[in-house]
């Protein structure tokens, strides 16, 4: 899974909020310096102001270090944890974590989803990923899934996020059902996707929510999606270079290739029956979308040019990898590992951004220590306090690279949470739920 996950202006949000186009896995500003003689928070990664993705950008970090066998500093994890709030959920950044949240506007899906992914990976923290996953079921929409915030209605990248969530806490996304109808997130995520009456080259992709009018189509939402309709999060065991085969776009055949019914007909509205079926769908699209801009996506940010979509790329990378579709993730994991196409100047001295591309490469079972000639891994460390340790396949240079001395040894209690994983995102805005929205945007800047 932003994603950067840097944040978006304000004014985003708003068109966000109110238009197709939902920012999760998208590009964004960079955030500014903080003003003043502000001080940054001890254990934060980043130099930038946290206002907008201060936990968003923290849970990426930690989730890419722990990935790639870094143990991340003690005081990186107690800063994350203490940013959550008494109910369980997550604000975008709390300046003053002794302040009480607002549980209406002041929480978000997408934050609270990221960061319940780094703490269940990281381990020792299972009170705070338990109390994480509470709010995300209080939360829950009567139709299955989430919106940004507590009430607000049901769009795929906040829904992808919470199942992101589910996942990497050690539970069913399809078991988590709203206490009003029972239905999953996966019953929304399957409404969003767009059918055999949409354009040839729309069908499989995923919108950003049910606005009035027909649905239209969102390479943020679908990248999203493509990872939750795989039931995974962000990170997950590599399946290598060589496992699996193209993914297979939606077929508007007279049936299904297996005879059965999947309710695809040339002439109908059709769409997937199953999840499995949404997922390859998506990754079709995917693969042919990139394939025809040159192997990355373009922006989706409202108004903004065509310009290549680093933070998006990355995560229909993690999306693609995360269905066994690894040859079709190389091309555009090389295309970012090209210097001249600009991924590593945008994701420079960005925790965030950095994150998304050792996660996209690890996902795609690439090394990030070696990514176009650069040590991601080592970049990544240098923007945050010093890791407690790096594993045997790193350079000890990596764990020297931190701005801080602490760290305590990471607890091996893992609270019965599992492993690593994960789900984009990114936060973007007034408080939206910066999740995915930021998702690895700086906009370019993602």
């Known amino acids: 899974m932003n994603v950067r996950r840097s944040a978006t202006a304000l004014a985003a949000l708003a068109a966000l909020c109110t238009a197709a186009a939902p920012a999760a896995f998208a590009d964004a500003s960079p955030s500014p310096k903080p003003s003043g003689s502000a001080a940054l928070p001890k254990g934060l990664y980043g130099a930038k102001d946290p206002k907008f993705d201060g936990v968003w950008r ?7 270090q722990d990935a790639v066998g870094v143990t991340p500093a003690r005081s990186a994890i107690d800063w994350l944890a203490g940013q959550q709030c008494e109910d369980g959920g997550f604000a975008a950044y709390r300046a003053d974590a002794s302040a009480a949240c607002d549980p209406k506007k002041g929480e978000f899906t997408d934050a609270t989803a990221a960061a319940v992914q780094a703490l269940a990976a990281v381990g020792g923290r299972s009170a705070a990923v338990e109390k994480g996953v509470g709010w995300l079921k209080e939360s829950q929409n009567d139709d299955g899934g989430w919106g940004m915030n507590p009430g607000s209605p049901s769009d795929a990248n906040s829904t992808s996020a ?23 997130p ?5 409404g969003l996707q767009l059918g055999c009456d949409a354009k040839e080259g729309q069908r499989g992709a995923f919108a950003y929510t049910a606005d009035k009018g027909k649905p239209v189509a969102n390479d943020l939402a679908t990248t999203a999606a493509a990872l939750a309709t795989e039931g995974k999060g962000w990170v997950f065991e590599p399946a290598g270079k060589d496992a699996g085969k193209a993914p297979e776009p939606l077929d508007c055949g007279s049936g299904s290739k297996d005879g059965k019914d999947d309710k695809s007909d040339k ?4 769409k997937p029956a199953k999840v499995t079926e949404a997922a390859r769908a998506a990754a079709a699209y995917l693969a042919d979308t990139m394939a025809g801009h040159g192997s990355h996506l373009l922006s989706a ?11 998006g790329t990355a995560d229909a990378i993690v999306a693609l990898a995360a269905g066994e579709h690894s040859a079709t993730a190389a091309k555009p994991l090389q295309w970012l590992q090209n210097e001249k196409n600009g991924a590593l100047a945008w994701a420079k001295g960005d925790p965030g951004a950095l994150a998304k591309l050792v996660l996209a490469a690890h996902a795609a079972g690439a090394d990030p220590r ?25 350079s000890q240079a990596d764990s020297d690279e931190g701005k801080d001395k602490d760290g305590e040894k990471k607890d091996d209690d893992k609270g019965g949470v599992g492993g690593v994983w994960w789900t984009v ?22």
């Open 267 to 270: 002439s109908g509205s059709a």
């Open 425 to 446: 995102g990114v936060f973007a805005v007034a408080g939206i739920g910066i999740g995915f929205l930021l998702s690895g945007r700086k906009k370019q800047q993602l």
């Open 162 to 184: 919470a199942v992101g969530a589910f996942a990497a806490a050690g539970q069913d996304p399809k078991q988590v059902k709203s206490a009003k109808g029972g239905r999953t």
């Open 58 to 64: 923290q849970s990426l970090a930690l989730l890419a």
């Open 370 to 394: 070696s990514f176009g000639g650069v040590d991601l891994v080592q970049r990544l460390n240098a923007t945050g306090p010093k890791p407690e340790s790096v594993s045997a396949s790193g």
């Open 301 to 311: 940010m409202p108004g903004a040019e065509d310009q290549p979509d680093f933070g």
């Open 186 to 190: 996966y019953d929304v995520l399957l």
